[in-house]
């Protein structure tokens, strides 16, 4: 179990609830789900402005001198326009050297544009297969570049050959190949021995390129479409992300076919570092056309926003996030995948709905009866452990920001659980007024202190000869990078492992009350449902079978509590006895 949280990284810790298996699957691809959906209501807005400039009549302009209209342009490349097919490679990103066939990778000549019924297999597509040499310079984290040219027949790109050279007729773009990574060592050892069990050549680097290493990784796949498009766009009004692609000639106003290099379906998993122990490196090339919906979709899926403050770190998690939704859609059946779709929707409506009315709860409490004012501050703890474990292991910024958050909140909670004020009188070293915090009344007053003490002294006798035995284990058994992360490992693993049990004080509150009036349903309801949609992400997430059981046994979560251990069991043992005619329902209406 640890061993699969160190891979999935820091990320479960988001959950905030003390185990962060189950929520830390389900975050990820409802996140990557919701994502994809709003990428296709984008497609939606993108069809709709584009059907608008299909309209034909162009509207005024006011920016010109007399309100004049723009005039809409066309494709440079009519629709069946016989065209060649040049593709070139070479470790520059701008090409010349057009005379040397060593660099000519693939020649197709004829090709028609919108045409859907050549090729191989009746579908417009053409492919080409060959193994590259790879240059010395590649090997030593070099670039390899790929020069696409489509020309009408009869026409060369190369601009020196005066007769068969034509600007409006050549259609170039390029693109690098290799894809760089980055590669993070992790310096561990074990803080008895001093010794570590990582391979020794992976030591040898890291101590020769750093804690980061760039590594050149290569994919053999890649597809070259051609969009069949002839709207009429107008250039300066192109919806994004489409104006990134839609190249307009600056003398006739013009635009040229779109090409675009479509990758999408290339898995981060299958690709692999440019080293000496490769001979070669295989390239196998597509060209498809392409219909402008679809080309919308790869685009509007394959789009990055341009305010990128987040660091390419978060881009490369991205990447690798996406994965999991485009292995869902290859592996996936069609009526689980539809299921799943529906239930990523309706597990983050349950999520802020949750959010929404926890916050409500706390804010118009008046009473802390039955209440156990412990469990608030513990949930402080646990999500301060979180965040401290998080900025160690240098997860991404928006998992940083998120458990801050969460944090923030649980320590809103102690204002609305105790009194705080500042004694400005006993300040610390005589300069930082001293926090004082005061018990209210309402808990005080009842019962619900005493049985929130004497909950936490029992779990204290279970918990500190847990939590020692696992400090021991851990320190003995498990490397680290120090003694401040071997604490903070040592802590999150603890909460990771015996989070659960926090949960019993609350429930022993409301044995010793014999109600759970005190409790906030909505909150709890909504939790409780996304629990049973965690269980439901764990079969249809690809994972080991240990960590799938994990997550079903994951419903006991804390902060995700089913309603059958913390409302109705606690409630059956201690009213049964006295009214065993009573039914679940009659107990629920009562309460």
Excluded at 248 to 255: H, P, R
Aim: with cysteine; aromatic share 14%.
């Amino acid at each position: 179990r640890e061993q699969w949280a160190a891979m999935t990284g820091a990320q479960g810790a988001v959950c905030g609830d003390g185990t962060g298996s189950s929520c830390l699957l389900t975050s990820g691809l409802c996140r990557e789900i919701s994502s994809s959906i709003l990428n296709g209501f984008r497609i939606f807005i993108i069809w709709a402005i584009s059907s608008w400039f299909r309209r034909g009549p162009s509207t005024p302009d006011p920016s010109t001198p007399a309100g004049a209209p723009r005039v809409p342009s066309r494709n440079l490349f009519p629709k069946d326009t016989l065209m060649d097919l040049y593709i070139y490679i070479s470790q520059s990103d701008s090409f010349s050297d057009f005379n040397n066939t060593e660099t000519l990778f693939w020649f197709q000549r004829d090709l028609v544009y919108g045409d859907w019924m050549t090729g191989d297999n009746g579908d417009g597509c053409y492919e080409h297969y060959q193994e590259l040499d790879i240059p010395q310079e590649v090997l030593q984290n070099g670039s390899l570049y790929m020069h696409v040219y489509f020309t009408k027949s009869g026409h060369h790109p190369d601009p020196k050959r005066k007769g068969q050279y034509r600007r409006l007729a050549t259609v170039h773009t390029s693109r690098m190949l290799n894809k760089f990574k980055r590669r993070k060592f992790l310096k561990t050892k074990n803080l008895l021995t001093g010794e570590t069990e990582a391979d020794p050549e992976m030591i040898k680097r890291a101590e020769s390129h750093g804690p980061v290493e760039i590594i050149s990784h290569w994919h053999p796949n890649l597809t070259i479409n051609m969009v069949d498009d002839h709207t009429a766009w107008v250039k300066g009004s192109v919806p994004p992300p489409l104006d990134q692609h839609v190249k307009f000639d600056a003398v006739s106003g013009d635009y040229y076919p779109i090409v675009y290099f479509n990758d999408y379906w290339n898995l981060q998993k299958d690709y692999y570092p440019v080293n000496e122990t490769l001979q070669k490196l295989p390239l196998r090339l597509t060209y498809c056309p392409l219909s402008l919906w679809r080309w919308q979709l790869y685009a509007a899926q394959s789009a990055r926003s341009p305010w990128n403050f987040l660091g390419e770190d978060t881009y490369e998690q991205s990447d690798e996030d996406q994965d999991s939704v485009k292995v869902a859609l290859l592996e996936t059946n069609p009526y689980l995948l539809g299921l799943t779709i529906v239930v990523s929707i309706v597990h983050s409506i349950f999520e802020f709905l949750a959010f929404k009315n926890d916050i409500q709860f706390w804010n118009s409490r008046q009473s802390l009866e039955g209440l156990s004012v412990r469990s608030i501050f513990f949930g402080v703890f646990q999500s301060l452990v979180v965040l401290l474990y998080i900025l160690d292991n240098e997860t991404n910024f928006v998992v940083q920001v998120s458990v801050f958050i969460g944090l923030l909140i649980d320590f809103w909670k102690i204002t609305k659980v105790m009194d705080v004020r500042l004694d400005r009188e006993n300040r610390i070293a005589g300069l930082i007024p001293r926090l004082i915090f005061k018990d209210k009344s309402t808990y005080v007053e009842s019962s619900t202190k005493i049985y929130d003490d004497m909950a936490f002294r029992y779990l204290s006798w279970l918990l500190y000869p847990l939590f020692g035995c696992y400090a021991v284990y851990s320190l003995i058994y498990v490397e680290h990078k120090g003694w401040y992360s071997w604490v903070l490992s040592m802590l999150y693993g603890f909460l990771l492992t015996f989070g659960f049990i926090t949960m019993t004080p609350q429930l022993f509150i409301n044995y010793k009350m014999k109600s759970v009036a005190h409790l906030p349903w909505r909150m709890l309801t909504y939790k409780a449902l996304n629990t049973f949609i965690d269980d439901l992400f764990a079969f249809v997430i690809k994972m080991p079978m240990m960590y799938r059981i994990g997550c079903l046994r994951d419903g006991r979560l804390p902060r995700k509590p089913r309603p059958f251990f913390t409302m109705w069991i606690p409630t059956l043992v201690t009213t049964l006895p006295s009214k065993p005619k009573w039914s679940l329902f009659q107990i629920k209406q009562d309460h």
